[in-house]
């Protein structure tokens, strides 16, 4: 593969880490990567885990004289992923070894300081539906890095049209969207700021109250755009929009989405600092979402601590 140049994409992670199955699910952790990286002039490192017992660990290519059946028949899946990745995209094709999945591919990212983890979800039927696997689901709790998951039958955009970004009220929200706003940026991409408003959130509301409580997340939305994305709204390239529903699975459906367009949300308030923990309502937007999540860790303590005492 060769390197792509400086000027044929927007700056973003340098390293990705795709999370690979030879399986549906694998081919679109593989897809998110090839459109990731292409968008973000970014590496593509592809990993396949062995249990610990095989004695053969390393990058592809190389001598195969050694190799057990797994490690040769794993070693093909590669070479068959490697050949799927477009020219102008760097990517290497990985064995790594380990007793669990999601630690060795977290181990991995960090051995390799990859910004971002890429894994594939299972899902059936016509509305394509996220089911996350066990490998992803200890990631979603636990992971340091972010974690981006391919909805089914994911297939690479050739660039990223739009990054939206699901926000709260609470504390850790100005830290999520301004990580959106950074990510949109060296993305060339519009970004779109979404708040959820539904029963859970005020009981038992009756339509005046909506409003009300609409009213006041789309200002609060603003206004933080008004102070920290001012060029973006001035360049009509950043929006806000507050969706209800009688659930947060059901606000989602409410929302349009383009196929070239990936999701972010923060943690849940029960995160350790600087881990992922995917909270519930991610949990249930994900249910129906028929785009790429991508879940950051939460606000570390020092930054937290530092930013409440500017």
Excluded at 9 to 32: C, E, F, M, R, W
Excluded at 99 to 119: F, M
Excluded at 252 to 263: C, G, H, P, S, Y
Aim: hydrophobic fraction near 40%; charged fraction near 20%.
């Amino acid at each position: 593969m060769t390197q792509p140049s400086p000027t044929s994409a927007h700056q973003g992670p340098s390293k990705i880490l795709v999370g690979y199955l030879a399986t549906p699910s694998g081919a679109d952790a593989l897809n998110l990567g090839i459109g990731l990286a292409r968008n973000w002039n970014a590496d593509l490192e592809i990993a396949m885990v062995v249990p610990h017992s095989e004695a053969y660990s390393g990058a592809y290519p190389h001598t195969r004289a050694h190799e057990t059946v797994i490690s040769r028949q794993l070693s093909t899946w590669l070479e068959e992923a490697l050949a799927k990745v477009p020219d102008g995209i760097n990517a290497i094709g990985r064995v790594v070894s380990g007793t669990d999945a999601a630690r060795s591919l977290h181990r991995t990212a960090q051995e390799l300081n990859c910004a971002l983890i890429i894994l594939g979800t299972r899902g059936g039927g016509l509305l394509r539906r996220f089911s996350v696997g066990s490998s992803a689901n200890t990631l979603l709790h636990s992971s340091s890095i972010p974690v981006a998951l391919a909805p089914p039958r994911y297939e690479a955009p050739e660039s990223i049209s739009r990054i939206s970004c699901m926000f709260g009220t609470l504390s850790g929200s100005n830290e999520l969207i301004d990580t959106a706003i950074r990510t949109a940026k060296n993305s060339g991409s519009e970004l779109r700021l979404i708040s959820f408003l539904t029963q859970e959130d005020a009981g038992a509301i009756n339509q005046e109250v909506s409003h009300k409580v609409l009213e006041s997340l789309e200002v609060n939305a603003n206004r933080y755009l008004a102070e920290q994305a001012k060029q973006l709204v001035d360049a009509g390239s950043a929006s806000t929009e507050v969706v209800t529903g009688k659930t947060v699975a059901e606000a989602a459906t409410e929302l349009e989405w383009n196929d070239d367009e990936i999701l972010l949300a923060g943690s849940s308030r029960l995160a350790t600092a600087g881990r992922i923990f995917m909270g519930p309502r991610a949990a249930k937007v994900l249910r129906t979402l028929p785009i790429p999540l991508v879940i950051t860790p939460a606000l570390e303590k020092k930054r937290e601590s530092e930013e409440a005492g500017e």
